[in-house]
C-alpha cells in the first residue's frame, strides 16, 4: 500500500559527555549527531529494510546535510525533506544530571524544524502512503500541524493506517487547541505507543486497564506500552496481552530509545510479522540504541539486531 511516512522535526543533537548539576559548568560535548524523534524513528524504519520516507525541512547548511545524508544512509526516502534557504537546521544541546534526568537547550521554532508545509512533492508522496508515523512533540510546531491534518485523512482515506506516539514529556502542559489534536490523533490511531503515563493521558482516564480499554472503544487496534529497562507490553484488542522483558545492557544515552522501538515494531509489523516478534525487535531495536551515544546511533539493520538478539540476554 506504500511506504511509511514520518512527519515533523529534524534536529541535530550536540551531547555533554559528562555528567553535571550546573548548567553553566562547561562540560565536554560531542556532536552534531542527526536526531528529531520523527527522524530517528524513520531512521530505524528505513535501516530495517522498510520503505520509509519523511517530511520534514533543514537549513542550507552543514548540519542540514548531516541530517539529511544520514538517513539516505539508512534507506530513507529524503526528496520530501525541504532544505529552507533563509533559517538554520534546528539543534538541541542535550547535558545529563546526576538524577538521570535530562536537560535540552532547543532551537526549534526559529529554525527551519519549524518551516515546512504542504507541497505538490509531499502531497504525492501522501497520496502513495501506506502508514503514517506522529508523535505528539511534531504537534507543538505549527508548520506541522497543516499538514499532519491533512495527511491523517488522506492516509486513512484511501485505506492506509496511522501510529501515534505521544512523545509528551509529562510535565509538559499542552494548550487546549493542541490538546484537542492530540486527542482527535489518538483517536485516528491504529497503533498506540505510549510510554509511562502517556497511556493514561491519551486515553484521559486512570489505571492502566481503564485506559486500555477506553483506548479500544475509541478505535485504537493496538497497543505497546514502553517501559523502558523494564521492557514493553503488548495489549491487543481482544484482550491479548504480551509482556516483552527488556535485554540487559549498559545505558550510555537514553535518547532515542521509544523512536528507535517504534520504528522497528512497527516495520516489522508491516513486514508480516506477529505481534511477539515485532516486539522482540522493537525491545532490541530500543536496548541496543541506548549502548550507543547520540539519538540514533544505535539504530539497527536486520543483520545487527538479529547478531544483537542472539548475543544479549533478556530480564526474566
Ligand atoms: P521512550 O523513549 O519513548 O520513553 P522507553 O525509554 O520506554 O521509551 O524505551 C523504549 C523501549 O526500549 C523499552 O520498552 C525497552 O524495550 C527498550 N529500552 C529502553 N531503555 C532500555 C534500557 N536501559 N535497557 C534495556 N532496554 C531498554
Not at 560531542?30 to 529494510?49: D, K, N, T
Not at 534557504?85 to 545529563?96: I, N
Not at 507541497?119 to 500541524?145: C, E, F, K, Q
Amino acid at each position: 500500500l506504500g511506504p511509511t511516512v514520518c512527519v515533523g522535526e529534524i534536529l541535530v543533537e550536540i551531547v555533554a559527555t559528562t555528567v553535571g548539576d550546573g548548567f553553566l559548568e562547561a562540560q565536554p560535548l560531542v556532536g552534531p549527531f542527526a536526531s528529531g524523534a520523527p527522524a530517528i524513528f524513520i531512521s530505524q524504519c528505513g535501516r530495517l529494510g522498510g520503505a520509509a520516507a519523511m517530511v520534514g525541512a533543514v537549513g542550507d547548511d552543514d548540519f542540514g546535510r548531516v541530517n539529511i545524508d544520514r538517513l539516505k544512509r539508512d534507506g530513507v526516502d529524503v526528496s520530501t525533506i525541504a532544505v529552507h534557504p533563509d533559517y538554520p537546521t534546528g539543534s538541541a544541546f542535550v547535558r545529563y544530571r546526576k538524577d538521570g534526568s535530562r536537560d535540552f537547550v532547543y532551537n526549534i521554532a526559529r529554525s527551519a524544524a519549524a518551516r515546512f508545509g504542504w507541497s505538490p512533492r509531499v502531497s504525492d508522496l501522501i497520496n502513495r502512503t501506506g502508514h503514517l508515523h506522529v508523535m505528539g512533540s511534531a504537534l507543538s510546531v505549527p508548520s506541522a500541524r497543516e499538514v499532519i491534518d491533512k495527511a491523517v485523512d488522506i492516509v486513512k482515506a484511501r485505506g492506509g493506517t496511522l501510529s501515534v506516539d505521544p512523545n509528551i514529556r509529562k510535565e509538559l502542559q499542552l494548550d487546549v487547541e493542541t490538546e484537542r489534536r492530540f486527542l482527535r490523533l489518538v483517536a485516528a490511531a491504529d497503533l498506540l505507543l505510549p510510554s509511562g503515563q502517556e497511556l493514561e493521558r491519551a486515553a484521559g482516564i486512570t489505571g492502566e486497564a481503564n485506559a486500555i480499554r477506553r483506548l479500544f472503544e475509541i478505535g485504537v487496534n493496538e497497543i505497546v506500552l514502553k517501559r523502558g529497562a523494564e521492557g514493553a507490553t503488548y495489549f491487543g484488542r481482544n484482550g491479548e496481552r504480551i509482556d516483552a522483558p527488556a535485554f540487559l545492557v549498559e545505558e550510555v544515552d537514553p535518547t532515542g530509545a521509544g523512536d528507535c522501538f517504534g520504528g522497528a515494531y512497527l516495520t516489522c509489523r508491516r513486514l508480516g510479522m506477529s505481534p511477539d516478534e515485532a516486539l522482540t525487535y522493537g525491545s532490541a531495536a530500543g536496548a541496543r540504541n541506548v549502548t550507543v551515544r547520540g539519538p540514533m546511533e544505535g539504530a539497527g539493520t536486520r543483520q545487527e539486531l538479529d547478531a544483537f538478539i542472539a548475543s544479549t540476554e533478556r530480564l526474566s
